[in-house]
């Protein structure tokens, strides 16, 4: 692979005007495509699980009752000190908000509060169900600004009038200085790095161009396939970082190479065949990692994964492509100048006195002088951060977590005091009585069940279909959405669905949108572990082929728990415990997102192994020159620890600046990930790492022979690129002498010593 990139290297540099054209047409093909057949607009943010008991009863509602089968809001009217929702004048005003939403876009059905009886013991509250015949994402833009404007005529007459509900959920808070806020942080830490605009600018227009191209293909799928806005905003995520790092991995291996002589040329197809090697391996683990969502069997999660994934893959053609053909554009103008800081640093890593070179240096040289000291530091540490994760609570969020002052948050907390928890999440009960003698009688004994179990605080008159002898019953719950009670309960229902069946002949479906939540974290928590365990055994898998060790994968997949472990507990600890939540945005404490777990174990696979590859083949090969192993991580740290920071810091900065987004999911994804690389670069790879490496000396590069004849030389490093290009064996190799040898002194800084 490194020669073949090595070639690919050089031809994007040689024929630069070219592959610019060529990646100019492909975006501007994409974004036509986008505005032709997708677009932000058609997004649809709907979880479902195909087969499941909730959704086949919600597919049946469709034909059976239409007016409950799509997404529904609640108009909470709330009468002034004084007076109740009962008087004259309140309840004409009602009468005539009800009336007026009954016209408002795309609504079905709206259930008058008196006619329902939804008006709460002291007689100052009362709710009104609107009904959509579509789900969130098929209502217009309009739909519920539209649905408030029409009952704001209540407002007027001294009710206060607040909109929620499922409906209500859709609504999105912009978070499109995001990217701004992350990519200006990039700048600055590109900037700090190699101390110079020009070059630090490369990584961020190659990162651009890469993202711009993922994102726009995603939302041109919208148009046909379902795409959610999570997903949109996980591909530019993690788009935007792991092309940034991509790009910087291989520009900094560039510059240090002209500030050792080579040929601009020549250096740049040895970046791309060297680091863009390391860039290929960790892209395509965590493609593989997040294509390895599809299993679960969620489209959401599936989209989500196959999105981040498209933008990954996206990013690595864009660094072995894309970018040298913007280095031969810059040509020597990158090389740092005489007596500059960037030069000075750069010829101090080939020092040979014995003295560090740099920061990252000094610091490996700490970790190691007392390895065992270091490695129960970590674990100390890893354990007190990851210690909360033991009362991890997961569930889909709602608008319980919603920010405090927006509408359906207002309405969802009056809901909860006036009413209790369980309105804000009724359960819809499906019986199909077409095989009772009696579907009256036997409606109404389905009824009296439920009414018997335990978390259940009412239930409504059931609406029944002659027709197609069904009957829909609403099931209000003693808990809120997401509490376990509620959980318990829809078990209890289905439960009891084969006696319910023996005694009346009629079938019972649970469905509505709590169900459906209930369902997919229901999934979702299921398939944790041996997603886990898949992840896992991929990582020694993958390191064992590029290493030839067993400790190295042993150590990289322990280090990756610890940074799971711990990062799960931060999380639990700012978003469920509390701490630290107003920092972020965040009012209320409440469960985590069932989907953050799965997605911040596919993700941060990736990146570790990112951060692995980069730090450890550059111990690895100063191991293999010199068999030093203690020298050998000293070395690796010299030249990879400056670039590994500033990746890590790059990374961390993009996912912080999402924290500013309503969306809760999205928000508790953006701090998972930034608290998780910081862990993983900073206390696994260049704490826990060097250590485990001191510790082991030279069995840390042991491999047993019969299994070295059996697993296939991935070469990573470029070992066999280096030793052709030294040789002069390419024919491609043009360079002089002299910058043969500076490039080489580089490559292999211990060779000499």
């Known amino acids: 692979m490194p020669t073949l990139l090595y070639r690919l290297g050089r031809l994007a540099y040689r024929h630069r005007r070219r592959v610019l054209a060529l990646w100019l047409a492909v975006i501007a093909a994409v974004v036509g495509c986008m505005l032709a057949f997708g677009g932000s607009g058609k997004l649809d943010d709907t979880f479902t699980i195909p087969g499941s008991e909730s959704q086949q009863a919600l597919d049946r509602m469709k034909t059976d009752f239409p007016a409950y089968s799509g997404t529904s809001a609640q108009v909470v009217f709330t009468a002034p000190a004084g007076h109740k929702v009962t008087d004259p004048q309140e309840q004409a005003a009602i009468h005539n908000a009800v009336a007026a939403a009954r016209s408002a876009p795309q609504v079905a059905k709206v259930v008058d509060p ?7 013991a002291d007689g100052s509250t009362a709710i009104a169900q609107v009904q959509y015949e579509v789900k969130a994402s098929g209502l217009q833009s309009d739909a519920i600004p539209k649905l408030k404007t029409a009952v704001a005529g209540a407002d ?65 799928l919208a148009g046909v396939t379902t795409i959610s806005s999570t997903a949109r905003s996980l591909a530019l995520m993690i788009g935007l970082a792991v092309g940034i790092d991509y790009a ?24 791309v065949g ?31 994964g196959l999105s981040a994934a498209g933008a990954v893959l996206t990013a690595v053609l864009v660094a072995t492509t894309l970018l040298p053909a913007l280095l031969g554009f810059a040509g020597a103008r990158l090389k740092p100048r ?8 750069e010829q101090a890593l080939t020092r040979s006195d014995g003295r560090p070179a740099n920061a990252g240096e000094r610091w490996f040289r700490l970790v190691t002088r007392r390895p065992l000291v270091t490695l ?17 609570r997961m569930a889909l969020p709602d608008n319980g977590t919603a920010p405090a002052h927006s509408s359906q948050r207002l309405a969802y907390d009056r809901i909860s005091r006036e009413f209790g928890p369980g309105y804000n999440g009724p359960l819809l009960v499906l019986a199909d009585t077409s095989h009772s003698t009696d579907p009256t009688a036997a409606t109404h004994e389905i009824v009296d069940s439920i009414k018997a179990l335990p978390g259940v605080k009412a239930v409504s008159a059931p609406q029944s279909d002659p027709a197609t002898h069904s009957a829909l019953i609403q099931v209000v719950p003693t808990g809120g959405p997401a509490d376990q009670s509620t959980k318990d309960l829809v078990s209890a229902i289905r439960g009891d669905a084969a006696t319910i069946q023996q005694q009346t002949g009629a079938t019972v479906g649970v469905t509505g949108t709590t169900a459906i939540t209930i369902d997919v974290s229901a999934k979702l928590n299921a398939a944790l572990v041996p997603f886990a365990l898949v992840v896992v055994g991929l990582s020694l898998l993958l390191l064992l082929l590029v290493f030839r060790s067993l400790v190295v994968p042993l150590k990289a997949a322990v280090g990756f728990l610890l940074s799971i472990a711990a990062t799960l507990g ?29 997605i911040l174990l596919a993700v941060l696979f990736g990146l570790a192994m990112d951060y692995e590859v980069f730090l450890v083949s550059r111990i690895r090969e100063a191991y293999v020159h010199k068999r030093q192993p203690l020298r050998a991580v000293h070395d690796g740290a010299r030249y990879s620890a400056r670039v590994v920071t500033a990746a890590a810091l790059i990374m961390i900065s993009v996912f912080a600046a999402f ?32 250590a485990v490496l001191a510790l082991t000396r030279h069995a840390a590069w042991w491999l047993p022979r019969r299994l070295a004849r059996l697993l296939p030389d991935l070469d990573i490093e470029g070992e066999r690129l280096r030793r052709r290009t030294e040789s002069g064996e390419s024919a491609e190799v043009t360079e002089s002498a002299e910058a043969a040898e500076a490039t080489v002194h580089e490559l292999h800084p211990t060779a000499s010593r």
Do not use: C, Y
């Open 274 to 304: 060297t680091a863009g090697s390391a860039v290929v391996f960790a892209g395509l683990t965590v493609v593989i990692a997040m294509v390895g969502l599809s299993v679960v069997g969620i489209p959401f999660l599936t989209v989500m």
């Open 338 to 345: 005489q007596g500059s800081r960037a030069m000075r640093r």
């Open 248 to 271: 910087l991995f291989i520009v900094s291996r560039h510059r240090a190479q002209l500030a050792h002589g080579a040929d601009p040329e020549e250096s740049a197809a040895l970046a």
């Open 376 to 392: 129960g530091l970590v674990l100390a540490a890893v354990g007190a951060l990851a210690w909360p994760a033991h009362s991890l």
């Open 570 to 598: 931060a999380v639990v600890g700012v978003f469920q415990w509390g701490h630290f939540d107003q920092l972020i945005g965040v009012d209320k404490a409440g469960p985590v997102s069932s989907v953050l777990p799965i």
């Open 659 to 690: 924290l500013r987004t309503d969306s809760m999911m999205l928000k508790q994804i953006a701090l998972a990930l930034a608290i998780g690389v910081a862990l993983d670069a900073f206390v696994i790879r260049m704490t826990f790492v060097p």
């Open 156 to 220: 007027q007459a001294g009710l206060d009038v607040q909109v929620g509900g499922n409906a209500a959920t859709a609504l999105k808070g912009s978070d499109g200085a995001s990217d701004v806020i992350g990519l200006g942080i990039a700048l600055l830490v590109l900037s700090l790095t190699f101390g110079s605009l020009v070059t630090a600018g490369l990584p961020l227009l190659s990162a651009l161009a890469g993202v711009a191209t993922a994102i726009a293909g995603v939302l041109a």
């Open 114 to 120: 008196m006619a329902a009886h939804n008006v709460s």
